[in-house]
């Protein structure tokens, strides 16, 4: 066994038994599999020389003190995110995807394989820290669409409205998951705020996962995150995440501070260009979501004469909304699948591939539509990898008879 494998199980076991002595068996059994897993990978690979023997060390040393750090978790400043949390998620990501080449090297496949995996991961670097802006049209029509699938968003201003002219349209940006963090600096989810409001939408939904476990304890950041939403008066509503209930009273309070409605089982209504709209916000349940749902919206009737704007953080639990109950539902907690081909114009990613869990884009069950943000940020895997992140406005319309084309 070499020096450097040596030293890396070393450095391994000892980051567990912190863990365990300090953030108790959890965060022993969680740090144990993730760092064992790229411990496993990153011995197997051929030795590199030179410069670029130097970079790996570092990348190597900088994922353990990632790992161990982790354990006193804190928002951190730029640099040690340049420095080594950066570097180390890119490393460790890269590290996680090549198991597959190193069975393949070792059963002797040429070692320039893993340039394919690392390749990868850096355009998963690439789309976790930057997210270009656009615009996606979404016509709600009021076909039945059968079971739930995949639904083509369809293309405003192909049809008329009643009386002939100009369909209205409903200006939408959805912010979800920032995960205010290593990879989402006050500074970014500041700016991306900032944007929203500066794109005059007539509705700006925010739909949970605001914080990290590095961002709990830190009241005054995600405050100054969301102050920008202060700009738009009455047009921002949110509901909770599953994160947001590990400190449920810093979201609360960087949301009222910044004006923005929180809606937690409850509903309200406005006006807009496509008429009066309800807005129902769902709270995160893991259990009995079926009944907690029913009982949600049998308390909130949906009005006619309303189109109804769903909040729900996880889409998973569209199948468990009662039919007829979401003209439109708003979503995220996948990140888009995070891993996938997404970036390639494939709409399979890891997610989709191992469960039936929507994953990204627009769905439909029945008259109901969902539609899955691919996240502001994200969380848990290191990067994303070929599913970039989304800073979108919706262009929603109304089309009674509308068909899309598939």
């Not at 270009?132 to 293309?155: C, I, K, Q």
């Not at 202060?230 to 309070?253: F, I, M, Q, S, T």
């Not at 807009?272 to 949600?296: A, C, N, T, Y």
Request: overall charge positive; glycine content about 10%; hydrophobic content about 45%.
């Amino acid at each position: 066994m070499s020096t450097f494998s040596i030293a890396s199980w070393l450095s391994y076991f000892i980051v567990v038994l912190v863990a365990g002595r300090y953030r108790g068996r959890g965060a022993a059994i969680f740090t144990a599999i993730a760092l064992g897993i790229f411990t496993m990978v990153s011995v197997t690979a051929p030795k590199s020389v030179g410069a670029l023997g130097v970079l790996r060390l570092y990348l190597q040393i900088a994922v353990y003190v990632h790992f161990l750090v982790f354990l006193w978790p804190r928002l951190r400043p730029w640099l040690w995110r340049v420095l080594v949390s950066i570097p180390a998620s890119y490393y460790a990501a890269g590290t996680v995807l090549a198991w597959p080449v190193s069975i393949a090297v070792l059963l002797g496949a040429p070692a320039q394989w893993y340039a394919l995996p690392y390749g990868f991961a850096l355009l998963g670097l690439i789309e976790s820290l930057w997210t270009p802006e656009t615009v996606r049209d979404l016509v709600l029509d009021d076909l039945d669409a059968g079971a739930m699938r995949r639904y083509p968003l369809g293309r405003p201003g192909n049809h008329a409205a009643a009386d002939g002219g100009e369909q209205p349209v409903l200006n939408l940006v959805q912010i979800t998951d920032p995960h205010l963090g290593p990879f989402m600096s006050v500074r970014r989810l500041r700016r991306v705020c900032e944007r929203a409001v500066e794109r005059s939408p007539d509705l700006i939904c925010l739909t949970g996962d605001f914080l990290t476990v590095e961002s709990n304890h830190s009241p005054a950041a995600l405050e100054a995150a969301f102050a920008p939403l202060a700009g738009a008066p009455g047009r921002v509503y949110a509901c909770l995440g599953n994160h947001d209930h590990e400190a449920p009273h810093v979201v609360k309070r960087a949301l009222a501070k910044a004006g923005v409605r929180l809606l937690v089982d409850e509903a309200c209504e406005l006006d807009s260009p496509i008429g009066r709209v309800q807005l129902l916000g769902f709270d995160f349940h893991f259990r009995d979501r079926e009944k907690r749902m029913r009982e949600v919206c049998d308390r909130f009737p949906k009005p006619s004469s309303c189109t109804r704007i769903v909040l729900l953080h996880d889409p998973g639990a569209f199948r468990k909304l009662p039919p007829g109950e979401g003209d439109l539902v708003l979503s995220g907690h996948t990140h888009g699948g995070q891993v996938g081909l997404v970036s390639f114009g494939l709409p399979w990613t890891l997610v989709s591939l191992v469960g039936k869990m929507p994953d990204h884009g627009l769905w439909a069950r029945g008259k109901d539509r969902l539609y899955v943000h691919r996240g502001t940020g994200h969380y848990g895997f290191p990067l994303r990898v070929g599913v970039p992140a989304e800073q979108s406005m919706l262009r929603v319309q109304r089309a009674h008879g509308f068909v899309p084309a598939e």
